[in-house]
């Protein structure tokens, strides 16, 4: 097993993809050579016929004229006119080895017209030098032949118009010539449909040169749209590394090829630490450049046989085809390897004048070991991925067999996931949230999932998994209708009482989401001004323009924003004051310490103040003693909500209407 060195590439455009880089590229499956080297080719896919007619034709001539025309004129003749056919033949076993794939350089245009040139006047001299004078039957069998060389000239040359023009041209107006220098009436006669012949050949040319041209456009075009077509499938558009597509594609090609040649193979998936942190503080434009630079950085190191592709977002695979011929040799060539990538995140990235340190954790797994398909491996990687996060991150971890039951349990769960949707296994509990005189002022929706077997599952069980699957999205519609329509008549024509329901960042990225959110305000009839949506910080920074935009249209129908678990996320204030919230929700782990943790009061006392000066309302979380619900009064804050006023309940068990909530559950705590 050799060593994994390196071995530069480089990466494309990343955003204009043009013909000439999809024709380079060796993944795709359909050549794209450009309209101007399809002429060529076609002009001298014709050229055997072409010199073919010119031996004939030249044969013949000289045989007919050959007791009407000195014999030295006729070999003097016949040599240059074949000697021109063999030089011809010279340069097309030349042009023969440009193959048909390259890009035909344009000198080969001049050499075709200066060769036509030639050829033309050659055939053009014999309306001199071949045409007897005073005997029409020899002189009409040279316009004869003259003019069938035109016309096969128009078949053969037509791609390239001038040079079709300069042979018909010097073949045809000599003849003319010495057709009017024969001073008769018939000569006269001859002359005039030998010009009116050259016109016709000159239009026929014309326009055959323009039905190839349009021909070969649309062939063309529709080449590149193929080529698009398969680009944008196969790769990620961004960095021009493959996607996750092509990326199965091939790792399943390596495991049959691995098995088949016993050997093993390695994915190592990688994940940019802190990547979001960068994101969110510099934006998303510099964000992307630096996914583009760490492609860079990471192609240059592997080999032309291995593949790295980007999964989306900060995640990256490196598929590396032979490891080593052992399991221990495959390990140790693929954990050194990891070694060396980590080891090329040392040096920053210079993006627009910011300096960016940037590390990256890793994930290995190895094959072919008992993995049934390519999602096996990713999957195995993405939990050995997890492992090294959880050691501290900007390390490797190599997947162990220990770690297969957690793979079993994501399995399980997704499984279990499409399970609960269809057959109505999640339930809504909700939990009060106060003023400062314990009045209630509104309820959140928490999810619950009633498995079957392992009972209730709490949230952080389950919405990391569903979150990845897409399932968040359906999920998340359920939640907000169900919260909706179980609320819409307890709460009504009471404006201060606020539903409030989580929405997952997935679950508002999507295109319809403000249809869906009428759609469901219209089918329960709940007063809009009931409704809060409780997003988190990094949904707000991951498009912020669009982001202010659908909360302002929801916001004009009357629904509220409050921003969850403020103060463990990477807020900028700049975007924070443009965005149109009513609430931040202060995370409970900073309420939990807040009256033993000098920093964790510190923290909260800013957030007040600042919402205090942006007339926000600020709403403090996880209060679970009259000590902690004093402490926050003694700062400014005046609603709560924790277990001091009530744990989340399913709503049959509530004490309704809400005016006598609190007393009722309060002695039960």
């Not at 003097?76 to 035909?104: D, P, Y």
């Not at 009504?492 to 869906?516: H, M, Y």
């Not at 409704?531 to 909360?551: F, H, R, S, W, Y």
Request: net charge negative; hydrophobic share 45%.
């Amino acid at each position: 097993m050799t060593s994994i060195n390196p071995i530069p590439n480089t990466i494309g455009a990343q955003t204009n993809i043009t013909a000439s880089e999809l024709a380079a590229d060796g993944d795709n499956t359909v050549s794209i050579p450009d309209i101007s080297s399809d002429l060529i080719r076609t002009v001298y896919s014709s050229l055997a016929l072409t010199l073919t007619a010119v031996l004939i034709n030249s044969t013949i001539l000289s045989i007919i004229q050959w007791n009407v025309i000195s014999h030295e004129t006729i070999l003097v003749w016949f040599f240059a006119t074949n000697s021109l056919s063999l030089a011809r033949i010279g340069i097309a076993r030349k042009f023969k080895k440009l193959g048909m794939e390259r890009a035909i350089p344009d000198y080969w245009c001049t050499i075709t017209f200066i060769t036509s040139i030639a050829s033309g006047a050659l055939w053009g001299s014999a309306a001199i030098w071949l045409f007897p004078t005073n005997d029409l039957a020899h002189q009409v069998f040279v316009a004869f032949v003259l003019t069938g060389m035109s016309a096969g000239a128009v078949a053969t040359l037509s791609p390239l118009k001038s040079s079709s023009f300069a042979f018909i041209l010097l073949t045809t107006i000599p003849l003319t010539t010495r057709f009017l220098l024969e001073d008769s009436v018939i000569t006269t006669y001859m002359a005039v449909m030998a010009l009116l012949f050259t016109v016709m050949m000159i239009v026929t040319s014309k326009n055959l040169n323009r039905t190839i041209r349009e021909s070969m456009t649309i062939r063309h075009q529709r080449l590149i749209d193929e080529k698009m077509i398969h680009y944008q499938a196969h790769y990620d558009m961004l960095t021009d590394l493959p996607n996750r597509r092509l990326l199965s594609e091939r790792l399943n090609h390596e495991m049959k090829r691995a098995s088949r040649h016993e050997h093993y193979g390695a994915v190592l998936f990688l994940d940019l630490d802190h990547f979001k942190t960068i994101n969110d503080s510099l934006g998303h434009a510099i964000g992307d450049e630096l996914l583009k630079q760490v492609a860079h950085r990471i192609k240059k190191r592997v080999r032309d046989e291995d593949t790295v592709a980007r999964l989306g977002g900060d995640e990256f695979i490196i598929l590396i085809s032979e490891a080593g011929d052992e399991l221990s040799s495959a390990t140790d060539n693929a954990e050194n390897f990891s070694a060396e990538i980590l080891r090329l995140f040392q040096d920053a990235f210079d993006i627009d004048g910011h300096i960016i340190h940037s590390s990256v954790s890793i994930g290995i797994s190895l094959f072919p070991l008992d993995e049934t398909s390519s999602d096996d491996i990713i999957q195995k990687s993405d939990v050995a991925l997890y492992e090294a996060k959880e050691a501290g991150r900007n390390t490797a971890r190599l997947f162990f067999s220990e770690m297969q039951q957690v793979v079993n349990n994501r399995r399980a769960i997704e499984k279990d996931l499409h399970h609960a949707l269809a057959n109505n296994e999640f339930e809504l509990n909700y939990q009060p949230q106060v003023d400062h005189e314990k009045n209630i002022i509104g309820y959140e929706a928490l999810l619950r999932w009633n498995h079957p077997d392992k009972g209730q599952i709490l949230p952080n069980e389950f919405i990391e998994i569903a979150e990845k699957s897409g399932l968040i999205v359906p999920i998340g519609e359920w939640v907000l209708k169900t919260a909706c329509q179980q609320f819409s008549e307890i709460i009504s024509g009471n404006d201060d009482i606020k539903i409030c329901i989580n929405v997952s960042p997935r679950q508002f990225s999507e295109p319809l989401f403000i249809q869906k959110v009428k759609t469901v305000i219209a089918e329960t009839t709940i007063n809009p001004d009931n409704v809060q949506l409780e997003i988190t910080e990094g949904m707000v920074l991951k498009d912020i323009d669009e982001t202010i935009e659908k909360m302002k249209i929801l916001k004009s129908i009357g629904i509220s924003f409050a921003i969850d678990d403020f103060g463990t996320g990477y807020s900028s204030l700049t975007y924070l004051k443009q965005l149109p919230i009513n609430i931040l929700k202060i995370d409970k782990s900073f309420v939990l310490e807040s009256v033993n943790n000098a920093n964790d009061a510190a923290i909260i006392k800013t957030i007040i103040a600042m919402a205090r000066n942006m007339s926000i309302d600020i709403v403090a979380e996880g209060v679970e003693s009259q000590q902690i619900m004093d402490f926050l009064l003694s700062r400014g804050c005046q609603k709560f909500q924790g277990f001091l006023f009530g744990k989340p309940l399913p709503l049959e068990q509530l004490i309704l209407p809400a005016d006598d909530f609190y007393s009722a559950i309060s002695g039960s705590l």
